[in-house]
């Protein structure tokens, strides 16, 4: 198998819909075998048996990115399916409206512990491995939530921002190891499901008119063009990028 990926073996979580299954579309055509993490599990095999039967080498499972048992477990059964694990793609996230003065502390429990929990618990379990093997390359999915702040967003600015700079500690801790750790930073994607909850939330002209007006490009973002960014940061194009926090944005975060 050819492809700038040929024969790595990566991990995405959320992988069985948006962006995540766009990005493991994209590996798959680049060479690499990759096991598809998420929540729902039916859809995960199912996503998965999409890429196989396309030729691919595709494994799916169910698992929650917050339960620290279920995460060890479905990396070992992936380590497993696909003979060893050279990248993860912590894509798994998820969404909510709300500002300080009138958003609770469970939608800010929610959204750390999936955007958070769930980024160190799935790097935790694929870690040692790539210590020992002396290589592996891992990529956070930020937001442009995470460098600017963006208003009714309280929460998921904020745990963004976590996502960006925990990148930049595990990628200081783990260059010695032959490990990359990257984030890319995607501007809204309309297409996929929290496209259509973001974009859902106001689709008056004029709410859409405001919304565009911060994209220089003048559109949202195509999931390809994310998922296209992440193969860069898991392949050796990117070999001396550590603790790059990558824009993939249309310039929104340039003004
Ligand atoms: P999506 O909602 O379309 O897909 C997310 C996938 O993650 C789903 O398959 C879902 O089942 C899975 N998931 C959710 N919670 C999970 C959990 N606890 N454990 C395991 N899997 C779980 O979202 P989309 O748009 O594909 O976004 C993916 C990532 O990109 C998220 O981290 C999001 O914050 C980020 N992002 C999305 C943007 C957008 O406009 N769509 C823009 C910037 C960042
Ligand atoms: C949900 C994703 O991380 C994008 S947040 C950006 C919202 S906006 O600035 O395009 O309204």
């Not at 003048?218 to 960014?229: D, L, M, P, S, V």
């Amino acid at each position: 198998m050819s492809g700038k990926l040929a024969g790595r073996k990566i991990i995405i979580t959320g992988g069985a819909a948006g962006i995540g299954f766009m990005t493991a579309k994209v590996l798959v055509r680049e060479g690499a075998a990759v096991a598809l993490l998420d929540l729902d599990g039916a859809k995960a095999t199912a996503s998965a048996k999409s890429l196989t039967a396309d030729g691919g080498k595709a494994f799916g499972f169910g698992v929650n990115v917050t339960d620290e048992a279920a995460v060890n477990a479905a990396v070992a059964a992936a380590r497993t399916a696909m003979g060893g694990i050279d990248g993860l793609f912590n894509n798994a996230g998820i969404a909510g409206f709300g500002s300080v003065h009138d958003s609770s502390p469970a939608s800010w429990q929610a959204m750390w512990d999936v955007n958070v929990i769930g980024t160190y618990l799935p790097s935790r379990a694929v870690l040692p491995g790539m210590i020992e093997q002396k290589h592996g390359a891992i990529v956070n999915v930020g937001s442009v939530a995470g460098v600017v702040g963006i208003p009714t967003m309280a929460a998921y600015c904020a745990v963004k921002g976590a996502v960006v700079n925990l990148t930049r500690q595990m990628a200081a801790e783990y260059a010695k190891h032959g490990i990359r750790v990257n984030c890319v930073c995607p501007g809204t994607v309309g297409e996929t499901a929290m496209g259509h909850f973001l974009v859902g939330s106001d689709t008056s002209a004029e709410a859409m008119a405001r919304r565009l007006a911060k994209y220089p490009l003048g559109r949202f973002g195509k999931a390809e063009e994310i998922a296209e960014a992440v193969a860069f940061l898991l392949s050796d194009a990117s070999s001396y990028c550590v603790g790059s926090i990558l824009a993939v944005d249309g310039g929104m975060t340039a003004i």
